[in-house]
C-alpha cells in the first residue's frame, strides 16, 4: 500500500470550493478517497464534484452551511445513512469580513466563534460513532484536520496591511489560535479511540487576483516570508493528505505551520 494514498478513506471535507478547498479536494481525490464537499453554495459544489468526477475521482456535493447547527445534524445523518462510516474530516470552511480594531464588531467575534470553534467541534461531536469505527478499522487510525492559520499563532503586522482593505482582523486570529488548542484537547481526549487530531496553518496563500489586483500588498506578503515567495495551495492540501493517512499514524496533537518560515522569524 501506498502510505500516502487514501484508497476507499470517506472524508468530509468542509469549505470544499474555496481558494484553498478546491486545492484540498483535488489532492484527496487524487489520493483515491472518496470526499464529501461540503459548502453552502449548492451549484457550485455540484460543478465541482462533477469535475472531479469526469477526472475519474469519487466525490460528492453535500449542501452544508456549518453556522446551522440543524444543517449540521442533517449532514451527518446524510453521511451516516448514505456511506455508514466516516474515515477523516477536515475541518477548512470559514466566511468573514476584513476588519480592525476599531471596525470589528461582537458580532463579527461571534460569527468567528461559530467558523472556527463551534461547527468544527460539534462536527467531530456528532461523527464520533463513526470516526470511533474508523478508529478499529483502519491501522493509521480515524483522523481529523483543522486548517486553522499562522495568525492564531502570530499577529499580522499592520505595516503590511495599512491601508490595502485585507486587513487581517482580531476575530480571525483569537479564533484560530482557540482551534489550535482545540486541537489539542481533542487530540488528547480521542487517542484512546484511535482517532487522530491535528492542525495545520497556512502562512500567506492569498488567491491569484491580489497579485495582478494589489501588486503592493502582495509584494508586502512575500518579502516577509523567508523564503521570499507566496504559498501555492496544493502546498496546503498536501500536508493535509498526508495527515489524514497511515503516514502519519503517530502522529496527533500537532499543529503544523505551513508558512514559508513566516512565524519562524
Known amino acids: 500500500m ?6 476507499d478513506y470517506v472524508i468530509l471535507l468542509t469549505g470544499a470550493t474555496g481558494h484553498l478547498g478546491r486545492a484540498i479536494a483535488q489532492a484527496l481525490t487524487e489520493a483515491k478517497a472518496h470526499v464529501i464537499l461540503a459548502g453552502r453554495d449548492g451549484e457550485k459544489l455540484e460543478r465541482l464534484a462533477e469535475q472531479l468526477s469526469k477526472q475519474g475521482a469519487l466525490a460528492t456535493a453535500l449542501q452544508l452551511d456549518v453556522e446551522s447547527e440543524s444543517a449540521r445534524r442533517e449532514a451527518m445523518h446524510f453521511i451516516e445513512s448514505r456511506f455508514g462510516r466516516l474515515d477523516g474530516i477536515v475541518n477548512n470552511a470559514y466566511a468573514g469580513r476584513t476588519g480592525t480594531v476599531v471596525s470589528s464588531s461582537i458580532e463579527d467575534f461571534e460569527r468567528a466563534t461559530t467558523f472556527n470553534l463551534s461547527a468544527p467541534f460539534q462536527l467531530v461531536q456528532l461523527a464520533l ?3 470511533e469505527a474508523a478508529g478499529q478499522r483502519l491501522k493509521g487510525g480515524a483522523s481529523v484536520v483543522n486548517v486553522a492559520s499562522m495568525y492564531g499563532m502570530v499577529s499580522p503586522n499592520p505595516e503590511i496591511y495599512l491601508d490595502s ?18 486541537t489539542k484537547y481533542l487530540a488528547c481526549h480521542l487517542a484512546g479511540a484511535n482517532i487522530r487530531v491535528n492542525s495545520v496553518s497556512p502562512g500567506p496563500f492569498p488567491p491569484p487576483s491580489i497579485k495582478s489586483d494589489q501588486p503592493d500588498f502582495h509584494e508586502k506578503l512575500r518579502a516577509k516570508v523567508p523564503l521570499k515567495r507566496i504559498g501555492v495551495a496544493s502546498e496546503v492540501a ?10 502519519a499514524s503517530y502522529i496527533t496533537g500537532v499543529n503544523l505551520p505551513i508558512d514559508g518560515g513566516w512565524t519562524a522569524w
Open 2 to 7: 501506498n502510505r500516502f494514498e487514501l484508497n
Open 129 to 131: 460513532p463513526l470516526l
Open 165 to 182: 482593505g485585507a486587513n487581517n482582523p482580531p476575530f480571525y486570529g483569537a479564533t484560530k489560535a482557540g482551534l489550535i488548542q482545540l
Open 238 to 247: 498536501d500536508p493535509i493528505l498526508f495527515l489524514l493517512g497511515p503516514g
